[in-house]
């Protein structure tokens, strides 16, 4: 399984970037995390839109959905140029009725439900899900093939439940947008010795931190988890490939 960052950036894209995405690669299967802004844009440095197979969204703020419309249109625009593609289906949850509807569009996208405590299998990857603790629904998901797996944490505080759900994880992409004055004084995001205390909790095998925030100076925040997790730590590099063997 290779793992790309597409967009680091929580809210909304910094210049020339994207919000957190990451394109999830498995012999010739392409699966994109997350679609906020400026993700189409950073896609197509990797493969051509109608190279997707599938989408996951973990939840339904802006940051994390803000492409959906324009991913949609370019299949629909190909689609009048006599080159269809295979309907795309995009998983999410059904908790916001009106959003989940949104995902199917003229028989080029199709919305496919899916539920915490359930599994489903998305091409070869096996995913499951685990709620977080966020000011809307929100799904953590884990991404497993040939033994080796991936969790992403997408929006969250700290969650007991997250630590459980990414035990022994070969690798968590985990969210840390928040630095640590700022701790209880944000609702539903973590801060770096967060991020890190949960990938010491949860045994993993490396830690990558995501949805970063605008301002100050972000390797603050992975040197704070480098304090509470004694693996390997680093800021998601975008357009790096994550191998996980």
């Not at 995001?189 to 890190?196: F, N």
């Not at 304090?227 to 590099?237: R, V």
Request: net charge negative; glycine share 8%; charged share 20%.
């Amino acid at each position: 399984m290779n793992i790309i960052p597409l967009g680091i950036w929580g809210g909304y894209p910094k210049a020339n970037s994207a919000t957190s995405s990451f394109l999830v690669e498995h012999e010739g299967f392409h699966c994109l995390f997350d679609c906020g802004s400026g993700v189409l844009s950073s896609l197509q440095n990797h493969i051509e839109l109608d190279q997707l197979d599938a989408v996951v969204i973990s939840h339904y703020h802006a940051d994390h959905i803000a492409d959906i419309g324009s991913l949609q249109y370019s299949r629909l625009i190909q689609y009048y140029l006599g080159q269809p593609s295979p309907v795309l289906p995009i998983y999410s949850h059904a908790r916001d009725k009106e959003q989940f509807e949104r995902l199917t569009y003229k028989e080029q996208t199709r919305g496919i439900e899916i539920r915490e405590n359930q599994s489903v299998q998305i091409g070869p990857f096996t995913v499951t899900f685990c709620p977080t603790i966020h000011p809307v629904y929100c799904l953590a998901m884990k991404f497993t093939v040939d033994g080796q797996s991936a969790v992403f944490t997408a929006d969250t505080e700290w969650s007991d439940k997250l630590v459980t759900f990414s035990q022994h994880a070969d690798i968590v992409f985990c969210e840390a947008n928040l630095y640590e004055e700022h701790l209880g004084k944000a609702p539903g995001h973590l801060a770096g010795s967060q991020a890190g205390a949960l990938a010491e909790q949860a045994e993993v095998g490396q830690l990558i931190l995501t949805h970063l925030p605008h301002h100050g100076d972000i390797n603050e925040i992975v040197n704070e988890a480098k304090k509470t997790f004694s693996g390997s730590a680093e800021i998601a590099e975008v357009g790096k490939t994550y191998a996980v063997l």
